[in-house]
């Protein structure tokens, strides 16, 4: 065994981590006991070098030179390489005396022109109404020569309040709709200009660009974002270098002008030269210098004996031998020299090549079943939080947490429903700052009383602590019968409180049974930053019950005579609530892009800053520490984070809007995925990658570049002679290729919490390993070793049940797929994320809320509902179960949930196969995916594709993919009539 230690200044980084540019010279080779179960290494060599990496973009060429002087001669380094769309990189490590780099860009072909709003300066137009403009609302912009910044003409809008009405104008322009368009994965600049008039009691500017897919549906995009502008001048306000998706052509500008419901309120803008443009796009045929960053690295290489495994260890202080952690994969020996390549920094660190012992791993691929020898997540013993439902002999009181929003629930639900800025669901800037509360529902009447009380308690003071129950909903949609101001009872927590003791709708004492729909404002008092007026969740309590999810009226079917019976609140029936008492209202706002982000419905007061907290981490870019929304801050904390070899830069690139991710367009890199990579078909780690490829880099050469080559088609036929058509994804590789691969979506994260809090009980009673129901249905469990404490556990998450339970598996997240080190994999040194904050996001995917089934009182979802069974289908996609009473969270304990899934591993057939395991699920065997929410899939993210490659575009093509223990249900699908199918289908869509 053999040491180096380069001194100065030496390696000091763990795998998958960003390391500071210093440069060094200076090294030591040493000797060091073989650990036992290690072999002896021959004396390895070691040489300085330099990384290269720069950005590039899909298309175009890059060379990467070199020069002794910076005037040249210059010499290629290495071949001309393709741009990916990511980062490239290359190693210098040939260096005698002083050197420059730089890389030229050559762009080929042909350059689509900027896109620019039509009309942005609004010369066109006739009128009040400007060309290509739609304004609607209560009080819509108009075309003014009033004011123009350029030529004669811009928008004016002016809102006044005329008593306590609330008032809104809208403007808005979708560029496919005048002949434009935006090209996926361009960076544009979105500007306007505006000139303030006034600026009123609750008024609020905002401006939104939305990316749109060729069918029109939402792909991301600013959000609502508040702007400014100065009094009686010009002012331009930008959003620079806003990156389409890569599968946005289409884009809606929209602008939203509002005051609240607050006498007084008014406000006036005018607003001229908007515009959405390319930047800096480059010209086809010219060649343009780039300069890369440079990072001094350090290759260590040595003559390997074939078939021998090394693994490259580090450690700061040699003499602990449990302080030496692994760098990097398994390098597989080949007789000849194998190398690694590892960034230098000034710590002082150690570096050794070893050959290790076999490892270990549960288990064989395809194996005998395993022993139900487990440890429970859970137990009698497990610390709980407060329960958020109690029972008192004078009261039953409900806990409830809630967080502030823009507008209100129903706004949008008129007849306006396109370009209508619906502001309920999304999150505004600062949202994690002072904009949660705790809600204490005392229910007398529950036992016998008169009154029900309501505490709520805020972050900071209120200027207005208002209070609303009892929709009426005539005048407005966010009108109530009964409208109050808390009293402040304790100035230290900020408790307000209200006491009712009528039902206000129907004029009479309260009975045990009433809906009381209630809605808290928070309009704070002196918020460090952000704006001070906000609206909050609206919430339907029955009286003797608690918070039940709601929908309108109209949705039940019930009858109305107005639109405010209308749009009146009803409990939706349990057979909806897919996440038990978690499950949401049904959604009245045009934001089908947040539908997968809300608090469960029933989020206790503990969880609303946590999962505020947590939201903020999941949209950090772990390099730049950015926001994925405008109008945040940087989080510092969180810069400089990701790895040197990542996959995404943060977890809302895999899991968009918290949904699943999409395959790429083929030849485009796939990024967004988790690809598997082992030396044979029993996982072994392969040599280069060891077992997950990590497709970008921050310096250095990504580990590979993957995309989709094309699609192999396979052709069928339905019973009744209709055709259909399959495809299979084929891969192509750029750098090392491994023959033994498996790749992987991301998948939703809605309802990952109540999955967790099943009890193991519960799942292995659904277990038949060896099949002795005879039934052809053999899923078995799949057990782990958990990381932390060394325990076999019941694995539950994952394509392939491979973490046991949901924080180990975001600790795998981001290890595996950012490069970021926690206290559960912490690679080399201290962890980078601390444990606050990995519980903190844990904390936020656990609580996201489930949607509700929808349809169900539609004859074509009840038909489908029936045929679901009949093929067989819940044998595996269980529809229903209990959680455990033992989860510490509150809101997850004793859960009737219908997830449709058995948390079991199932031999899905040759077709669904890779030619990889993992641990002892064999290429073939897949955890049962839950359905709930499926029918979602289209709204939340924008597009569909399911199965584990992404590779079915519709639910019909994902079942007809299934065989192995699934093929009997997928004939009894395949041969039903056409009616029959599309029932099924709706079935599904209603999830």
């Known amino acids: 065994m053999h040491l180096i230690n380069p001194a100065g200044p030496p390696l000091s980084t763990p795998a998958r981590k960003p390391t500071p540019r210093v440069l060094c010279s200076l090294f030591l080779l040493a000797f060091l006991p073989v650990p036992s179960g290690w072999g002896m290494t021959d004396v390895p060599e070691a040489r300085t070098g330099q990384s290269l990496s720069w950005p590039t973009t899909v298309g175009h060429m890059y060379q990467a030179q070199r020069a002794a002087s910076a005037s040249g001669p210059w010499q290629n380094l290495g071949a001309a390489r393709s741009g990916t769309g990511g980062t490239l990189t290359v190693t210098d490590l040939s260096q005698s005396g002083p050197r420059h780099y730089r890389v030229l860009e050559t762009v080929p072909g042909s350059a689509t022109g900027p896109s620019v709003v039509v009309n942005g300066g609004f010369e066109a137009g006739s009128g009040p109404s400007a060309d290509d403009w739609t304004a609607v609302a209560s009080q819509p912009p108009v075309r003014s020569d009033t004011q123009a910044r350029t030529g004669s003409y811009s928008m004016r809008a002016r809102i006044v309040n005329e008593g306590a009405s609330a008032n809104e104008g809208l403007l808005s322009q979708r560029l496919s709709e005048v002949g434009s368009g935006v090209v996926g994965g361009r960076a544009y600049d979105f500007s306007f200009y505006a000139r303030q008039v006034s600026v009123g009691p609750s008024y609020i500017q905002q401006y939104e660009l939305q990316w749109l897919n060729a069918d029109g549906g939402a792909l991301g995009g600013t959000g609502l974002v508040n702007f400014t502008a100065a009094t009686d001048t010009w002012h331009e306000v930008r959003a620079s270098g806003l990156t389409a998706p890569a599968s946005a052509v289409d884009a809606r500008i929209r602008f939203r002008f509002v005051t609240g419901a607050v006498a007084g309120g008014e406000g006036e803008v005018f607003i001229d030269d908007v515009s959405l443009a390319s930047t800096d796009e480059p010209s086809p045929g010219e060649t343009y210098v780039l300069e890369p960053e440079t990072g001094r ?61 076999e490892p270990t791993d549960p288990g064989e691929p395809g194996g005998p079943s395993e022993p139900f020898d487990i440890i429970p997540l859970f137990n009698a013993s497990t610390p709980l939080e407060p329960d958020i439902q109690a029972e008192t002999e004078e009261a039953l009181i409900t806990y409830i947490g809630d967080r502030a929003r ?23 800037p600062f949202y994690w700052e002072e904009r949660t509360l705790g ?86 008092d002196g918020p460090a930053n952000g704006r001070t007026n906000y609206y909050g969740t609206t919430l339907l309590y029955i009286v003797g019950r608690g918070i039940v999810p709601w929908q309108t009226a109209q949705t039940a079917g019930l009858p109305y005579s107005n639109q405010g019976e209308r749009l009146d609140s009803y409990p939706i029936p349990e057979e909806g609530w ?45 390099g730049t520490g950015a926001h994925s929304e405008p109008g945040n801050p940087v989080f510092t904390e969180q810069t400089g984070k990701l790895g040197p070899k990542f996959n995404a830069r943060s977890c809302v690139e895999c899991h968009v809007n918290n949904g699943r991710s999409f395959p790429p367009l083929v030849g485009e890199p796939l990024h967004f995925a988790v690809i598997r990579a082992g030396a044979d078909a029993s996982g072994t780690p392969h040599p280069v990658f060891g077992e997950t490829i990590q497709t970008q880099s921050t310096t250095g050469s990504a580990e590979a570049t993957v995309r989709i080559s094309g699609y192999t088609y396979i052709s069928g036929e339905y019973g009744d002679g209709t055709p259909y058509e399959l495809r299979r994804p084929e891969y192509v590789f750029e750098g090392e290729a491994p023959a033994y691969y498996s790749v992987r979506m991301a998948r939703p994260l809605v309802g990952l919490g109540l999955l967790e809090a099943v009890d193991e009980e519960t799942i292995l009673g659904l277990a038949d390993p060896d099949d002795d129901s005879n039934d052809g249905i053999s899923g078995r469990p799949r057990i782990v070793t958990d990381p932390e404490t060394g325990d076999p556990r019941l694995g539950r998450f994952g394509h392939k049940g491979g973490s046991a339970n949901l924080r180990q598996q975001v600790a795998s997240a981001f290890y595996n797929d950012m490069g970021v080190t926690t206290s559960v994999y912490p690679g080399y040194g201290v962890p980078e994320l601390n ?94 995916a839950p359905l709930w929410n499926i029918g979602h899939t289209a709204a939340v993210g924008g597009e569909e594709a399911y199965l584990h490659d992404g590779r079915a575009r519709t639910l019909e093509e994902a079942i007809l993919w299934h065989g192995g223990e699934a093929e009997s249900a997928r004939e009894e699908f395949r041969t039903m009539t056409a009616g029959e199918r599309a029932a099924l289908i709706a079935y599904l869509r209603s999830l």
């Open 297 to 357: 690295v350090l290759e260590v290489s040595w003559l390997s004996r074939a078939g021998v495994p090394y693994q490259p260890m580090v450690s700061g202080n040699p003499g602990d031998p449990a302080s030496w952690s692994p760098f990097g994969p398994v390098i597989s020996g080949t007789g000849g020299a194998r190398s690694v390549v590892v960034p230098m920094t000034a710590d002082a660190v150690f570096l050794r090549i070893g050959s290790p012992g």
């Open 835 to 928: 444990d606050e904050d990995l519980d903190d996001l844990t904390r936020y995917i656990a609580v996201l809320g489930v949607q509700a089934r929808r349809d169900l009182n539609d004859p074509q979802t009840i038909l489908g509902h029936e045929l679901f069974d009949r093929a067989g289908c819940a044998q595996c996609h269980v529809r229903e179960m209990t959680t455990s009473p033992h989860h510490p969270a509150a809101e997850l304990r004793n859960q009737t949930i219908r997830p449709y899934t058995d948390l079991l591993l199932h031999d899905m057939g040759p077709d669904l196969a890779d030619n990889l395991a993992e641990g002892s699920a064999g290429g073939s065997e897949w955890r049962t």
């Open 439 to 524: 809600v204490e529902i005392i229910d007398r009447v529950a036992k016998g009383g008169a009154t029900i009380t309501y505490n709520y308690t805020t972050v900071v003071p209120l200027s207005q602590p208002e209070f609303r129950v009892f929709f009426r909903g005539l005048g407005t949609v966010a009108e109530y019968h009964f409208n109050a101001l808390g009293s402040l009872i304790d100035p230290a927590t900020n408790t307000y409180s209200v006491t009712i003791d009528r039902n206000h709708q129907f004029n009479r004492a309260l009975e045990v049974g009433d809906r009381i729909e209630m809605e808290i404002s928070l309009f704070l």
């Open 578 to 622: 897919l996440g038990g008492e978690t499950t949401l209202p049904y959604r009245y706002t045009q934001e089908p892009e947040h539908l997968f982000k809300q608090f469960a419905g029933n989020a206790a007061p503990q969880s609303a800053e946590a999962f505020l907290l947590g939201r903020r981490l999941h949209h950090t870019d772990y």
């Open 406 to 428: 823009d507008r209100h629930a129903r706004e949008g639900t008129g007849t306006v429903t396109v370009n209508n800025f619906d502001a309920y669901d999304h999150f505004l």
